[in-house]
């Protein structure tokens, strides 16, 4: 059982903000900015790709209202909204959540962004691959 589970039944606290049916939304114990909430569906799987349509669709659904909350509230105009699957990719707790980070002056998330070029045969392949797996 993870963290995040603890916290959706109620044996760990958390500073919650907003809560329906497949949806709990609660401020980051360890915020990297000041307003740092936590996004995270009911449904207990580990990585996106895992989740239920109907859990997705409810987390899509109030993504853009909390990140208006988190943006009255402390005044940021700018945020960034990060959602780590594996351990490689930096998640640490190992059920799905969306962090929704304000940019507040230089705090905020840190991102290192190596862009290279898109080959144009490659694209082709992906694309094809892409779509087969849809
Ligand atoms: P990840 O690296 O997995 O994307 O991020 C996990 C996040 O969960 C971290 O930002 C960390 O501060 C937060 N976190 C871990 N344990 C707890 C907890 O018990 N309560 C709250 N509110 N946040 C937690």
New binding site residues.
């Given amino acids: 059982m993870t963290?995040?589970a603890k916290?959706i039944s109620g044996e760990?606290p958390?500073?919650r903000v907003y809560e329906d049916q497949h949806v709990l939304a609660?401020?980051?114990?360890?915020?990297?900015s000041d307003g740092?909430l936590?996004v995270i569906p009911k449904e207990a799987r580990a990585q996106l790709d895992e989740l239920s349509d109907e859990s997705a669709a409810a987390i899509g659904r109030v993504l853009p209202r909390l990140a208006r909350a988190v943006m009255k509230a402390t005044g940021a105009t700018s945020y960034n909204i990060?959602?780590?699957n594996g351990a490689a990719a930096?998640?640490?707790?190992m059920h799905v959540?969306f962090?929704i980070i304000p940019r507040i002056g230089s705090a905020g998330l840190g991102v290192g962004w190596n862009a290279g070029r898109l080959d144009a045969s490659r694209a082709g392949e992906l694309v094809a691959k892409m779509q087969a797996a849809l």
């Fill in positions: 963290i995040f916290i760990i958390c500073h609660f401020l980051d114990i360890g915020p990297v740092h936590l990060l959602q780590n930096h998640q640490a707790v959540h962090h």
